[in-house]
């Protein structure tokens, strides 16, 4: 019975839970999305459905619900519908190997699903799959725009993800293990943030989950000035609505590893200074819940602030600048953990 409890029935229950959280805050992670852009650009953002707007993530996800799906005539159906779902699903799995609180939070069982100890692989692996809906969208919609945009999408995934996975090497070498609970645990035991051990890393990872993400200014695959609307100009109704809950999920997602990877996690800020205990009345999930919404702020403010690059220096930048830099990286760790450690 003790079996059926913690491997059935309250690793379930931690799933509908997690799904429902990031429901709820993928849906009011676009008003705070309007509202940050409608600040930077001294508008005021949605108003008018509900106080200062905030029942306007309903009444957008209704809007949706009851639009028409339409599927253009020469379009492959069953890749055109499925293409959506393949892009959103990997960013909810990969929160099953993501933790947001000790192993001994909620009452013992742990603040995660799972730990495994292959967890950031799985969640690198899982994650990359989301691209492929990107790309098989683009082609299903048999249109020249969102084909072009699709192209993009696959050149950008092949630029960016080889960088972002030298940077991630460097916390692997720091850390010693690829489990994501065991990477916090290793920051708090060392008393500091693998940020400060590994920032070139940390930069390299975040602007590279920024094109992964297709945001601004990486968003080529969209590029609404040049190709209309990218792979998803041909969807309407509820799978468009599909492609843009992928975005805002996978945007959590990269945020989360950052957090997890390099800002100790779930840990408090400088959590080996005795003199700053009084923080630890903050619960260990709330401080990753708070340097999350830090991270998706940068997402916001970056594109509102930045212009789009040309598709040459999306290029040029991740094979020249980021795949270097990354790969000079991971030497100079090695050659110092070899030295000194």
């Known amino acids: ?27 009011y992670l676009t008003l705070m ?11 005021l953002g949605p108003m008018r459905v509900g106080w200062h707007g905030i029942l306007q993530p309903i009444a957008d996800g209704l809007k949706f619900i009851i639009k028409e799906d339409i599927i253009p005539i020469k379009a492959d159906r ?18 099953s190997v993501i933790p947001f609180g000790p192993p001994d939070s909620l009452w013992g069982t742990g603040g995660y699903v799972t730990d495994v100890n292959i967890a950031l692989l799985f969640a690198v692996a899982v994650s990359s799959v989301g691209v492929l809906g990107v790309i098989l969208g683009g082609w299903a919609s048999n249109s020249k725009y969102p084909l072009l945009g699709a192209l993009r999408s696959s050149a950008q ?40 051990v590994q920032p070139i890393a940390f930069l390299i990872y975040y602007f590279c989950g920024m094109a992964e993400t297709n945001r601004l200014p990486f968003d080529l695959p969209e590029a609404e000035t040049e190709l209309v609307g990218g792979f998803h100009t041909e969807y309407s109704g509820f799978r468009f609505s599909l492609f843009f809950i992928a975005e805002y999920a996978n945007m959590i997602t990269v945020s989360s590893l950052a957090v997890t990877l390099f800002f100790g996690g779930w840990l408090r800020p400088f959590s080996s200074v005795a003199a ?60 110092i953990l070899l030295k000194f450690l």
Do not use: C
């Open 1 to 27: 019975m003790n079996i059926l409890v913690n491997y059935v029935v309250i690793p379930l229950v931690k799933i509908v839970v997690i799904v429902a959280i990031l429901s709820g805050g993928i849906a």
């Open 33 to 43: 999305e309007r509202k940050v852009i409608a600040r930077l650009q001294h508008r």
């Open 78 to 95: 069953f890749v055109f519908t499925i293409a959506p779902g393949i892009s959103l699903v990997p960013a909810f799995i990969v929160f």
């Open 157 to 196: 995934m092949v630029s960016y993800e080889v960088a972002m996975g030298f940077g991630i090497i460097g916390v692997l070498l720091v850390a010693n293990s690829l489990s994501l609970v065991e990477i916090v645990e290793k920051q708090r035991s060392m008393g500091v943030w693998f940020f400060f």
């Open 276 to 335: 700053l205990s009084f923080l630890d009345i903050i619960p260990p999930p709330l401080w990753f819940v708070i340097k999350v919404l830090i991270f998706l702020y940068i997402f916001i403010w970056v594109r509102g602030t930045l212009p789009r690059f040309r598709f040459d220096q999306l290029m040029r930048i991740g094979w020249k600048v980021f795949l270097p830099v990354a790969m000079a990286n991971v030497m100079v760790t090695g050659a």
